[in-house]
């Protein structure tokens, strides 16, 4: 399979707490890319890490990634209400593959 | 910049029937993407175009579906016949390069 699957499958935490995610991956990369999907809407894309990089940040996101392990992880600092979605990694050589997410849901 | 743009929103057929779905994508995006989403799944690629060539459609159930992008732009994604199981969010995407993909809202079909 070249999709990466995440964890947890699903996630609930207080308002203001952090929130960690991860994703494995099984074949070669030449990048991995974070997606949010709100209820009924598309992905919408947060952060892409190549290959050669180890960690990212964007705002209260920080994205980690190690290629000998094939994970990464996302980091969601000082959580809000409006945090709440599923958050898909996308995964692959040429183009995408996604599993079947983690659903956070932060309690305000 | 706009963003992706799906047509319709809904749609609602019996199965056995035809449907198609229509994506516009963001315009100098070379390369599009079509993905199907079952409810409480993640997106599945269906077909990838770079221009209006195919790159890849190894996922692509072409018994039933099919998909073309004349002139590199806009596309269609056509289903015939439906089946129940093809009850799903339809997902454009389109990207540039290396860099992430924008999606559109989506299709959501149902199929009784």
């Known amino acids: 399979s070249q999709q990466g699957e995440e964890d947890p499958q699903a996630l609930s935490i207080q308002e203001g707490e952090n929130a960690t995610m991860n994703c494995s991956y099984k074949t070669s990369i030449n990048n991995l890319q974070w997606y949010r999907q709100n209820s009924g809407r598309g992905l919408v894309h947060l952060i892409l890490i190549r290959s050669n990089e180890r960690e990212k940040h964007s705002g209260r996101l920080r994205v980690t990634l190690d290629t000998s392990k094939k994970s990464s992880s996302l980091l969601i600092t000082a959580s809000r209400a409006a945090d709440t979605a599923s958050y898909f990694c996308g995964t692959g050589a040429n183009n995408l593959f996604f599993g079947t997410g983690t659903r956070l849901t932060v309690i305000p | ?112």
Not at chain 2, 30 to 40: D, S
Not at chain 2, 51 to 63: A, I
Not at chain 2, 87 to 95: D, E, F, P, Q
């Open chain 2, 1 to 112: 910049e706009a963003g992706v743009a799906q047509s319709p929103r809904y749609k609602i057929i019996e199965k056995r029937q035809s449907v198609a779905f229509w994506c516009n994508p963001i315009s100098g995006h070379a390369t599009l993407y079509w993905y199907q989403q079952i409810l409480g799944q993640g997106p599945k690629l269906l077909i990838q175009f770079q221009n209006n060539g195919v790159v890849d459609d190894s996922q692509l159930p072409k018994d039933r579906f099919s998909a073309e992008r004349l002139k590199g732009v806009d596309s269609t994604l056509k289903i015939q016949p439906a089946k129940l199981e093809d009850s799903a969010v339809y997902l454009c995407a389109s990207s540039l390069g290396q860099s992430g993909y924008t999606f559109g809202s989506g299709t959501r079909l149902t199929v009784v």
